[in-house]
């Protein structure tokens, strides 16, 4: 029962600190100034989730289109779209969404062949 | 040993097959690294029993909780930390297993531990499965032979049977089991699968140097789990073993399993439970202690026909303290299985060894599991020994007794005298036969009991040398009949002749 309200209160606490669905510098500090060490940490993990579960990560070898952009965001309305770039995934691009990652370049491939390779031959 | 061209042709084909079907997983964070188990958020595809990685190590999820998922890890994972990525793998935990296994040792993973080449798998088998339906299994009805004269004749055990092995530490528990290994030794023998669970690595050592000193190992695989590894591998270990006799079983084969012991199974899934932060109940273990091994024992099982005709046969080991079979953990297993060989302290101590206490001791199956030879000559001697018993007791009183008293309880000395056997010399059932019908029917009543083992010696030498024709007929496994009595007595008088106390 406590430790419910904690989180509905922690739930709270994220939603004052959000401006239009993005959290804001001012007000975090704002509101977790006084707070104590056990209940900043609650709070770190509640915003990271917040963050995970409000954005998609997608990595790309190298800068992608205005068009190709576009046509990602369509997948994922509603949610921020955060662009990285990784020079190791070779090819292709690599999604994550909250706990899944969909990976579509040529490096995980390669891991994967590699692994196989690995487990089935001496 | 593969071709170079064949991997590099297969790797070339693997690539040509580059598409554009992506690879899903489903990933989580490491919250916390509690001895041996890790604390996951994420992982919200998880399934129970399934095998997670991490970046240098590999778990298996056992708890699924709102917010966060608890893994066991399969190793010691020391170098894992708070903010590690954790992957699933969509596979629940299997061994691979091949008849390459035959003659190894290896870990609950399926890994080598004898220093020998990897193991080659021909079939991924999972650690749980469901056991065989009531119809797809048929009555035990065919010997396993254990090469111990006590257990043969009074607590015979059969092909798909659980005869629990019970008693203190050091009476003899795994002296049995592997005397019954050692038995096995035949043209087609009995595959046997030993799991050693929380034990010092040099106590399987000195198991696996017997074993290979007998000629046992090209039969036999190991699983161990040492006391050494983690919690998640001795918890697992019981299951690897199964799963390998079951791929032996599906082959229509005989499959001898020892699970040494369960107590220390039940300590590693206490272990575990607890730092899981399962309720705990009676002696701090889990709820679900029973299910834990009831699951595992009955999976031992005799298949009919259709089905393939293979069978598996349990010797659990269950360690008692003080000689307590009313504890929690041993009458959970007493419970679950088809009799019970109790092995006593006091009767280890005054020199009777095995040191099977056969008034306690049972097997639920009986002289269904027995062959025709040994029946016949059996019954009387467990009857004469409980009326021996019976009668020791009012002895102890110092009573002068009738001359008919007197000479049950000399009789009943020379049986249990008969009974001992040396460690590591497991007997055929005809020369165990030989030895339980000269007992039964008198021919000992005038050796000093004192002499009973040196007789016994020194008649198989000679039966094995003179009278074959004897061993032969106690061999058939039909019912002794006049003309083999004849022979018996024959050849008893015979060997009197020439043996001097």
Redesign the interface.
Known sequence: MAKRLHKKISQGLISLCCDENYLSLEKVQQYTKNMNRSRLKQCICEFKNFVENTSVFIDTPKELSIKDKDTLSSFFKGKKIVYRIDPNLILGLKITDKDMVYSFDLSSRLQNLREDVAQNYD | ??EETD?IRQ?EK??SQ?S?D???????TVSKNNDGVIIA?????AMIGEIVTFPSSSGVVLNLDEDNVSIILLDTGVDIKEGDRV?TTGKLLSIGVSEDMLGRVVNPLGLPMDGK??IKAAKDMPLERIAAGVVEREPVNTPLKTGIKAIDAMIPIGRGQRELIIGDRGLGKTAIAIDTIINQKAKNPVICVYVAIGQKQSTVAQIISKLKDEEADTYTIVVAANASDAAALQYLAPYAGVAIAEYFMEKGKDVLIIYDDLTKHAWAYRQLSLVLRRPAGREAYPGDIFYLHSRLLERAVRLNKKNGDGSITALPIIETQAGDISAYIPTNVISITDGQIFLQGDLFNIGIRPAINVGNSVSRVGGAAQSATMKSVAGKMRLELAQYRELAAFAQFGSELDAATQRQLEKGKRMSEILKQPQYQPLPESLEVLSIWAVTNGYLDDVPVVEISRFEKELHNFVKSRKLKVLNELSTGVKINEETTKLLKKTLEDFKKIFSP
């Open positions: 040993m593969i991997i790797l693997r690539l580059f554009t992506q690879s899903i997983q489903n990933v989580g958020s994420g992982l919200s595809q992957k080449a990897k």
